[in-house]
Structures are given as C-alpha cells and as structure tokens.
C-alpha cells in the first residue's frame, strides 16, 4: 500500500479509516490530521516526502478554502481524494476543478473507501457516482466548444493511443494530430479546466463523455498492440502524470 495521509477535523472518522487501512494491510498511513496547514508543517519539519494519497475532507474548521486546500496539496506533490458527505456540490466541484483526483462518500463501506485510495494510488481515474454526480448538469463545468477532430483525436489520444497511432486511425498527418491535441489544451485552460498532463486529458474526456473506463481500458490494449506492430516504444518511457509535450 501506498504512503497516506489523513486530513478531517473529526478525530473520531480518522481513527476509523486509520483503522480501516490497517485491517487492509496498510499500516502506511504516515500523518493525520485535522487541517492541510498541520501536515505540510510536519512534511517540512520531518523531511517526509509526499505522500501518495491526501484523503481530504472538504470542510474543515480553520476557514480554509476547498480550492486554497486541494491546491497546496496537489502542489505538494500528492493525489487528492476527497472524503466528505458531498451534500455540498458547488464544494464538490471546486475540488475537481482544483486538481482532486476522485471522490467518495462518508456513507461509502470502509472497504470501499480504502480501494478508492488504492485506485488513486495507482494513478487511475475513480468513476464513481459521487464523480458523476458531481458532472451531470454541471454548468460550471464550462464547454470548452472542441470541434469534431479534436473530439476524436481526444477520445483515442486519452484513452490510450500514441500520438502516431492517433494520426494513423484518423487518416491524419502526425503534425495535424499534435496541434489538435495543443487546440485542445488551450480551449481547455479558456474555460478553466486545464489539462497539461494525459491523465488531465483523461479525466477532461471522461467529464465530457468522450470516454469510459472500460472503452479506455480497450483502447489501452489496442495502443500497446499498434506499438508492438510499429515498433514505435515513444510513449513507453511517457510518466503519465507529468506534462507529455503532446508527442
């Protein structure tokens, strides 16, 4: 299990996912605390580096932010899975649009929430109904008005397609396939919702619909196969969480 930390300002709902984690066999939870402030103090004092997962209530009680909480967090260098009773949606969605990773309910089993975190820990994307809930209907989840190619260059692109494999399926130049891929960063940052790395494009593309888990799971595979064929390896040594220069 991964290195976690636990923020919400009940004593009382830490111990129990503490509790939760141990009988998992995750005895890695490394902070908990009530406030986000509390932990990077500790992480600069100790020398820690960051953790895997932040589990993150979304109101806590020293008048921080939602967006000011996610944001140190993500830019410390952590995954933000927010933990909370979701009765707040606009909270909700700040938190999404601040960086967290997924949500799941105070409501949800133990056992769920502690495969939330492992999910999260791998790197993968949480479809849950907290998540869609969150989208559907969600007008401040701004259109960003992509044209028919770039939604299908995104759809292949996100779900797991090199950039070639994109340009090939479409009958595109390579160079084509990268500048829509530019067009729909930049139509992303307009409305707020930047995307600089391909989980950002993934999550973008899963928040418009464009794709589903189990269709990227396939694309997936279908991506490795037209690598292995090409003999193109590019994308293999790509770090999915770190800006990939749109190859």
Do not use: Q
């Given at each position: 299990m991964s290195r976690i930390v636990l923020i919400d300002d009940h004593e009382s709902v830490r111990l129990g996912l503490e509790a939760a984690c141990e009988r998992a066999g995750a005895k890695d939870v490394v902070f908990s605390g009530s406030t986000v402030s509390s932990y990077l103090e500790w992480r600069a004092a100790s020398g820690e580096p960051p953790a895997d997962v932040v589990v993150l209530d979304l109101t806590l009680g020293d008048g921080a932010t939602v967006t000011e909480n996610v944001s140190r967090i993500v830019a410390d260098g952590s995954a933000v899975l927010i933990h909370s009773v979701a009765d707040r949606p606009t909270a909700v969605r700040e938190a999404l649009t601040a960086g967290a990773a997924g949500i799941i309910s105070k409501s949800s089993r133990a056992d769920d929430v502690v495969e939330a975190i492992r999910t999260i820990a791998r790197g993968e994307p949480l479809e849950n109904l907290e998540w869609a809930h969150a989208v559907d209907g969600d007008r401040a989840f701004a259109d960003a008005q992509l044209s028919a190619r770039e939604r299908d260059v995104l759809r292949l692109y996100a779900a797991?397609?090199?950039?070639?494999?994109?340009?090939?399926?479409?009958?595109?130049a390579y160079s084509t396939a990268k500048e829509n891929i530019t067009r729909v960063r930049v139509k992303y940052v307009e409305v707020g919702r930047p995307a600089p790395t391909k989980i950002d494009l993934l999550h973008?593309?899963?928040?418009?619909?464009?794709?589903?888990?189990?269709?990227?799971?396939?694309?997936?595979?279908?991506?490795?196969?037209?690598?292995?064929?090409?003999?193109?390896?590019?994308?293999?040594?790509e770090p999915s969480g770190r800006p990939d220069d749109a190859r």
């Open positions: 797991g397609l090199p950039l070639k494999a994109v340009a090939e399926r479409l009958g595109v973008r593309a899963m928040e418009d619909g464009l794709v589903g888990a189990e269709r990227s799971e396939r694309s997936e595979r279908a991506g490795r196969a037209e690598r292995t064929r090409s003999g193109d390896h590019t994308d293999r040594a």
